[in-house]
């Protein structure tokens, strides 16, 4: 499942809780649908039924004349609060706009797998930011890669050819997003599992962060007060744009403005308008961009700053340009334009490389970790808990041995290309077809293979607009916003900034709410 930075429609200090202590109401959450009291014995997971448990909401899905009222309340409630999207007929325009998709309840999540994401991600901001300063790292780990994979590759030239020139840029700000899902292991007790780091265009923040009063009042219309008291703060559109708003400050010219780099279709504006307006509320000044208008307005004086239409440009935020179809020629000039100037990319090229599925996979070997993080013995092992099975493709007889394993058995595993933006993966069948296909082939290298997550799937409704109201089988994806700043090698900022949950329908293997897959959803702690 995966969001996307405009990805389409519509990707603390420390020690502290973003919520209140309690919240877990004395219930834990077991697979196989059991909701157990804290302190007794996980039962092992029956067979799975046909549909999964409802729980905490089974009583109300059972009534058709509540669901109906609480969803008719649900659709204006998103309207009022701004949980928007334009229309794929006028993707462009705000003439014409409705509500992004959502689940009509929230969904509940385990409160101690909920703490252990947020506790992690400020090691993640750590883990991130060495990868994207370790030149020989990035170069030994997408070495295979690179010789099959087009767009990897041109990334990575302009990541040398930057360093070749020397960096201009000494401010450095990173907003990524950690996506992980809930497994359920042999003994029938749920882990957290990460799916990918997000490193470029983390999207939702700003409609996630006005979804909760929606759910809030749907539990309200319900005769469910008490659990609507209960629902998280969240507000990942404030964190971002204080992010933004330090590197900003930072670059040191309060004339500059941070500019926006959008896609050409902008179906989801309302989620950047939310970090957008925020910055907007500091007296910052926002422009919005494409990569065509860069490349025909932009230019960098002999101090290497950027300018765009005679502004100078403090601060590039990154919406686009994550997936090949975003580029041309033009378009990779405009790149290469942008990162060699002064100004505070997020990300930078380097950070962006940070995320492919390859570095992802490389982390997961013995030693990596210690190697990136020297020292950080308790931050490594916070970490490496959150790591699904993950194995190179690369040849020789490592990657020769787990081709034909998965070959053997698909079900076990998840083929991942190195692309971002959701609906890429391949499972099943498919996924034996494809391997089968560039077994003997370097092409292989450009995949990476992961153990298939397999959460407990539980009952909810997915509101979309112009879909039937009906109830579905689900399981959610929880992602956390990650948010620093460093100037030169100090650290200045590192925190997490707000959660997003998205729910889809357990038919689909794969794709977020950028793929109108998932949907909208809020955490409910059990």
């Known amino acids: 499942m995966r969001g996307a930075g405009s990805r389409g429609r519509a990707r603390l200090g420390s020690g502290a809780r973003p919520w209140p202590a309690g919240t877990g109401h004395g219930l834990g959450w077991g697979c196989g649908g059991a909701f157990v009291r804290r302190g007794a014995p996980v039962r092992p997971p029956p067979p799975r039924p046909t549909l999964a448990m409802a729980a905490p909401w089974e009583d109300v899905l059972r009534n058709e004349g509540a669901i109906q009222e609480a969803a008719s309340v649900a659709v204006d409630a998103a309207l009022l609060e701004g949980v928007l999207m334009r229309t794929e007929r006028e993707p462009n325009a705000s003439d014409v706009v409705n509500y992004a998709p959502f689940t009509l309840l929230p969904s509940a999540v385990p409160s101690a797998l909920f703490e252990q994401a947020y506790a992690v991600q400020q090691d993640f901001n750590l883990l991130v930011d060495a990868i994207s300063q370790n030149k020989e790292f990035l170069e030994h780990t997408l070495a295979s890669t690179i010789k099959v994979d087009d767009f990897t ?6 990541h040398m050819q930057v360093l070749k020139e020397g960096l201009a840029q000494s401010v450095f700000l990173g907003i990524n997003r950690s996506d992980y899902m809930f497994d359920c292991g042999v003994d029938g007790t749920p882990a957290l599992k990460q799916i990918e780091i997000n490193t470029i265009a983390a999207s939702f923040g700003g409609l996630t962060s006005r979804t909760v009063a929606v759910h809030g009042r749907v539990l309200k219309v319900l005769g469910k007060s008490e659990e609507a008291s209960r629902l998280l703060p969240n507000n990942p559109s404030k964190g971002l744009a204080l992010g933004i708003a ?5 670059y040191g010219s309060r004339s500059a403005v941070v500019m926006f780099l959008v896609e050409e279709v902008q179906r989801n504006i ?6 957008e307006n925020e910055l907007w509320n500091r007296n910052i000044r926002v422009i919005r961009k ?11 004086d002999d101090a290497k700053r950027l300018y765009m239409d005679g502004q100078e440009v403090a601060v590039v935020y990154y919406r686009e340009g994550y997936v090949p179809k975003n580029y041309n020629q033009q378009n990779w000039e405009a790149r290469l334009l942008l990162e060699r100037s002064r100004a505070v990319k997020c990300p930078d090229i380097a950070t962006q490389l940070a995320g492919t599925k390859k570095v992802q996979q490389e982390l997961s070997r013995p030693g990596t970790l210690e190697r990136l993080l020297p020292g950080r013995t308790e931050a490594i092992a916070r970490i490496r808990a ?13 990657g020769d041995k787990i081709a034909a ?11 991942k290309p190195q692309r971002e933006g959701g609906g890429n993966n391949l499972y099943g069948e498919e996924l034996r077809q494809v391997l089968e296909k560039i077994r003997d082939s370097p092409e292989r290298t450009s995949y990476i293979l992961m153990d298939k997550i397999k959460p407990q799937p539980a009952m ?15 399981i959610s994806e929880l992602g956390i916003f990650g948010v620093y700043v460093r100037q030169d090698k100090e650290m200045v900022m590192n925190k997490a900034a707000g959660h997003l949950l998205r729910t889809k329908a357990i038919e689909h293997a794969d794709g ?4 109108g897959v998932a949907v909208l959803d809020s955490p409910y702690l059990v």
């Open 153 to 158: 590759a041109q990334l990575f030239r302009i």
């Open 246 to 250: 330090k590197a900003w400050e930072l």
């Open 270 to 275: 309302f989620d950047q308008r939310c970090v």
């Open 290 to 300: 494409r990569f065509r208008d860069v490349f025909e307005k932009g230019s960098l």
């Open 386 to 398: 959150t790591f699904a099975g993950l194995y190179s493709l690369d040849m020789g007889e490592e």
């Open 405 to 415: 394993t998965a070959i053997a058995d698909p079900d076990r595993f998840v083929l």
């Open 460 to 474: 909810n409704y997915l509101l979309r607009a112009h879909s039937p109201l009906q109830v579905s089988e689900c």
């Open 512 to 515: 977020g709410v950028a793929a």
